[in-house]
């Protein structure tokens, strides 16, 4: 893929990430973190500002401008991830309305490129079906595309 993304540093087992998101008004650390959630190959995905103490907050709305090569970090982040996790799903859940509703705008938008690398799911309650656009999802898991 080709859009502009931040340069990322990841742990060996590439399960945690980490990047600065840099404006002209501030630098933010942030990170994303993959936790397993079952022994059935499902990694949760977070992306998390990281606290001048360590900690990590997904509470923030950062707006720091710069939206577009952020998700392009997640997706080049994922896509590592993937390399080391051939067999497993991730689940992404937002932790409000306003960051579904990003997400969904996103997945839409990024549908036609990525689609040739992963399998893209929507869940509402018990309901899983491949993601269709215009339609509200709670959740998402994302797959590598079996080649």
């Not at 933010?28 to 190959?41: C, E, G, V, Y």
Request: net charge neutral.
């Amino acid at each position: 893929m080709d859009l502009e993304f931040y340069p990322f540093y990841a742990d060996d087992d590439r399960l945690y990430f980490r990047f600065l998101s840099v404006s002209p008004e501030r630098t933010i650390r942030k990170a994303i973190i993959f936790t397993p959630l079952s022994a059935h190959r499902i990694f949760n995905l977070a992306l998390v500002d990281v606290l001048p103490d360590g900690s990590f907050c997904d509470q923030t709305i950062s707006n720091n401008g710069d939206l577009e090569k952020i998700m392009a970090t997640v997706i080049q982040c994922v896509a590592q991830f993937f390399e080391c996790y051939t067999q497993a799903d991730i689940y992404l859940q937002a932790n409000t309305p306003a960051k579904n509703r990003l997400y969904r705008i996103i997945i839409s938008r990024e549908l036609s490129r990525i689609k040739k690398y992963y399998e893209i799911y929507g869940i509402n309650d018990s309901v899983t079906e491949p993601f269709q656009t215009g339609r509200e999802y709670h959740h998402y898991i994302i797959k590598l595309r079996g080649i």
